[in-house]
């Protein structure tokens, strides 16, 4: 193999880094074990070390992270496919669970060629490759479910990173015994249902082995749904037996299995601090946890609930921050533990119209002596790490400063501008207050000339949307009590107007499409506005929609029995990019 690494290999492949790493033998590697790289530091085949897959600094050290390989410090080097198959993999049968277990190892670290990002399975029974199943995970394991008696399953798992797929590994088989444990499974019998109201056959509630559960689903947990129960981490080997079955023990283990957590974080506090400019999430450890410090926590945000964009963050510590928000947005957080799935209630939070920008840390990202920040002190890193003059959150030998134990709270209300001594207060009345306490006389609405006004209204609509009187019947009066409604009750957000001169009927009698079935898209935070755009006398329902930054003005029509479509059309004259700060409306007059 050596020979083969000589000067006409190094020559042809000179611009495939992989080719290289493949043909030459340990001896011959262009990586240090020590993760040293650059001038000065030489790999095995007396070159300058590189790092596969990576990044290298300036000053000689491989980075595996955004904040450094987006730095142009870092020099970037191709990724390749995996040159080499996943390692010791093994397949197991587990009756306490009644699935088959396949667990495996990565590459070898000089064939990975990049990051691993998942890994694609090959699966078939009784040896028949013809109908053989493909499936993928982000995980090092793969649980089959439904396994049946008496068959034998076959296993080939490849890697594969951003270039490509690597080669399958060998096949790995397991026969099923010829009695399954039905009675200990831990998923549904019928299909992939999960959740509160769902039941396995062991008589627990269904899970989702190395999957998520939203809402009563089994969905892949990378998709954009809300996640309501994250089960990638569930230790399948430690499932205690519920009808008495033995416990299955991984080789070279210990009699003392660990106990399955049950509780969830607990406490869960949004914040924003407007001195620093972030959102502080914070939460007490579950319960049953507290003695453990390697807890682990998996953070899911989304900007308004409505959006099909989610971000899911992995944290070592009972915190979490989210920099560059957006000014009047809400913004929804749920953290759950990784050593099982069971989430908080949900923390929601939102931000204030006007927002100064952070004034301990820089945009870029740099940190340290010689990079100030907007208050004239050398930058800091809420949560993170200064290392080499760059804020991220690999906290090693070379970090210059460690912020994650920085009271934010504390800082944040040191940096407030004091406030004027004994402020006058004024006392108001909330718009809930003004329509429970109102009293209208009874009338006769069919002798008016304009349908009067209903005040037995018992729903009011969520205070942090659209909700206040508008004309959708287009009697030429704004009588028509309309609001964002739904999540109370358990069903999907919608518009629903209570029409005047219906008194002692149904309130929710004129609605957004499909309402309680379709999700509305209610559009950016205060951008919403009742108003006839269409010149037809009824006030449709218009908000600004789209992703950033293409978003644009969009109007729900009012029909004759409510209104017609989530996107009927954009008025006139709307302007474009509606989600700058710079577009505000008033909710019953229209963008000003």
């Known amino acids: 193999m050596k020979n083969i690494c000589n000067m006409r290999a190094i020559q042809i492949c000179i611009f495939c880094v992989s080719w290289y790493l493949v043909m030459c033998d340990p001896d011959m590697r262009v990586y240090r074990d020590d993760l040293k790289c650059g001038a000065g530091h030489m790999a095995p085949n007396g070159t300058d070390a590189i790092c596969p897959g990576q990044c290298c600094s300036a000053d000689g050290l491989c980075g595996n992270t955004d904040n450094h390989c987006n730095n142009a410090d870092y020099r970037e080097y191709t990724p390749a496919r995996p040159t080499g198959p996943p390692l010791n993999i093994t397949a197991q049968y587990l009756p306490i669970g009644n699935l088959v277990l396949v667990k495996w190892d990565p590459p070898a670290i000089n064939e990975r060629n990049a990051v691993i990002t998942h890994y694609k399975i090959t699966h078939y029974k009784n040896n028949d490759k013809v109908n053989s199943i493909k499936k993928t995970t982000s995980l090092n394991y793969f649980a089959l479910k439904y396994p049946e008696a008496g068959t034998e399953y076959g296993f080939k798992i490849s890697a594969v990173t951003v270039a490509g797929t690597g080669p399958r590994s060998q096949k790995v088989t397991i026969v099923t015994p010829d009695e399954l444990s039905i009675d200990e499974q831990i998923y549904h019998k019928d299909g992939d249902w999960c959740g509160s109201y769902t039941y396995a056959p062991n008589g627990q509630k269904a899970i989702c082995p190395g999957e998520c559960c939203s809402d009563d689903r089994c969905i892949d947990c990378d998709s954009a749904y809300i996640i309501t129960y994250d089960y990638r981490d569930l230790d399948l080997l430690s499932l205690p037996s519920v009808h008495g079955l033995l416990q299955p023990t991984t080789p070279g283990s210990n009699e003392d299995q660990p106990t399955i957590r049950l509780s969830p974080p607990a406490n869960i506090n949004a914040q924003y601090l407007s001195a620093i400019h972030l959102i502080y999430v914070s939460w007490?450890?579950?319960?049953?946890?507290?003695?453990?410090?390697?807890?682990?926590?998996?953070?899911?945000?989304?900007?308004?609930?409505?959006?099909?964009?989610?971000?899911?963050?992995?944290?070592?510590?009972?915190?979490?921050?989210?920099?560059?928000?957006?000014?009047?947005?809400?913004?929804?957080?749920?953290?759950?533990?990784?050593?099982?799935?069971?989430?908080?209630?949900?923390?929601?939070?939102?931000?204030?119209?006007?927002?100064?920008?952070?004034?301990?840390?820089?945009?870029?990202?740099?940190?340290?002596?010689?990079?100030?920040?907007?208050?004239?002190?050398?930058?800091?890193?809420?949560?993170?790490?200064?290392?080499?003059?760059?804020?991220?959150?690999?906290?090693?030998?070379?970090?210059?400063?460690?912020?994650?134990?920085?009271?934010?709270?504390?800082?944040?209300?040191?940096?407030?501008?004091?406030?004027?001594?004994?402020?006058?207060?004024?006392?108001?009345?909330?718009?809930?207050?003004?329509?429970?306490?109102?009293?209208?006389?009874?009338?006769?609405?069919?002798?008016?000339?304009?349908?009067?006004?209903?005040?037995?209204?018992?729903?009011?609509?969520?205070?942090?949307?659209?909700?206040?009187?508008?004309?959708?019947?287009?009697?030429?009066?704004?009588?028509?009590?309309?609001?964002?409604?739904?999540?109370?009750?358990?069903?999907?957000?919608?518009?629903?107007?209570?029409?005047?001169?219906?008194?002692?009927?149904?309130?929710?009698?004129?609605?957004?499409?499909?309402?309680?079935?379709?999700?509305?898209?209610?559009?950016?935070?205060?951008?919403?506005?009742?108003?006839?755009?269409?010149?037809?006398?009824?006030?449709?329902?218009?908000?600004?929609?789209?992703?950033?930054?293409?978003?644009?003005?969009?109007?729900?029509?009012?029909?004759?029995?409510?209104?017609?479509?989530?996107?009927?059309?954009?008025?006139?004259?709307?302007?474009?990019?509606?989600?700058?700060?710079?577009?505000?409306?008033?909710?019953?007059?229209?963008?000003?």
């Open 284 to 592: 007490d450890a579950p319960e049953s946890t507290k003695n453990d410090s390697n807890i682990k926590y998996n953070v899911k945000y989304t900007e308004e609930y409505w959006t099909d964009t989610t971000v899911n963050v992995e944290v070592d510590s009972n915190y979490f921050i989210l920099k560059d928000v957006w000014p009047s947005t809400h913004y929804w957080f749920w953290v759950s533990s990784k050593s099982w799935g069971f989430t908080t209630i949900r923390a929601v939070l939102r931000t204030p119209n006007g927002m100064s920008p952070g004034l301990i840390y820089r945009d870029d990202g740099m940190c340290g002596a010689g990079y100030p920040a907007r208050n004239g002190k050398d930058a800091i890193c809420p949560g993170e790490c200064c290392e080499h003059h760059r804020c991220g959150e690999r906290c090693g030998i070379y970090a210059t400063q460690d912020y994650r134990d920085l009271d934010l709270v504390a800082l944040d209300r040191s940096l407030q501008p004091p406030t004027t001594a004994n402020p006058q207060t004024t006392q108001t009345t909330s718009f809930d207050e003004t329509i429970a306490t109102t009293i209208a006389e009874d009338v006769d609405d069919t002798n008016c000339l304009i349908k009067p006004r209903r005040y037995d209204i018992a729903d009011q609509g969520m205070d942090c949307y659209f909700r206040g009187w508008a004309d959708v019947q287009g009697q030429g009066a704004s009588n028509d009590y309309c609001r964002i409604v739904g999540l109370s009750n358990g069903g999907q957000l919608y518009l629903s107007c209570a029409l005047a001169g219906t008194k002692g009927d149904s309130e929710y009698n004129y609605n957004s499409p499909d309402a309680g079935y379709e999700w509305i898209d209610i559009g950016y935070t205060d951008t919403w506005y009742m108003k006839d755009e269409d010149g037809d006398g009824k006030d449709d329902y218009c908000r600004c929609v789209g992703r950033r930054p293409d978003t644009y003005v969009s109007c729900m029509k009012a029909g004759d029995t409510g209104f017609l479509q989530m996107h009927d059309f954009t008025p006139d004259g709307a302007p474009y990019k509606c989600h700058q700060p710079q577009f505000s409306v008033n909710p019953f007059l229209g963008p000003l």
